[in-house]
Nanobody, 114 residues
Framework: QVQLVESGGGLVQPGESLRLSCVASGRIFRLNAMGWYHQAPGKQRELVAA???????NYADSVKGRFTISRDNAKNTVYLQMNNLKPEDSAVYYC????????WGQGTQVTVSS
């Protein structure tokens, strides 16, 4: 059974930071690249950042220099450190394998507003 449990979202002001966490079941986490995705109202879900099992990373242009993805393979956990948040970062954030598997967790809401 695949499990993806995201946490760490919240309401913050522009310029502030959040750290998202995602605990994944071993089946999806082990040996797979993992990604953080976001979906704003009325828009498609899109990849924000990804990290391979070996730690290589890549980012969407909109978050480069502000977000950092990392993973703890011993804990089956992937993180997203989000700094200098902007209102356009507001969305529900999900983690999944990259490329994504069919199953999605509940996500965690991030709202950036003054």
């Amino acid at each position: 059974q695949v499990q993806l449990v995201e946490s760490g979202g919240g309401l913050v002001q522009p310029g502030e930071s959040l750290r998202l966490s995602c605990v994944a079941s071993g089946r999806i986490f082990r040996l797979n690249a993992m990604g953080w995705y976001h979906q704003a109202p009325g828009k498609q879900r899109e990849l924000v950042a990804a990290v391979t099992s070996g730690g290589s990373t890549n980012y969407a242009d909109s978050v480069k220099g502000r977000f950092t993805i990392s993973r703890d393979n011993a804990k089956n956990t992937v993180y997203l450190q989000m700094n200098n948040l902007k209102p356009e970062d507001s969305a529900v954030y999900y983690c999944n394998a990259h490329p994504a598997w069919e199953y999605w967790g509940q996500g965690t809401q991030v709202t950036v507003s003054s």
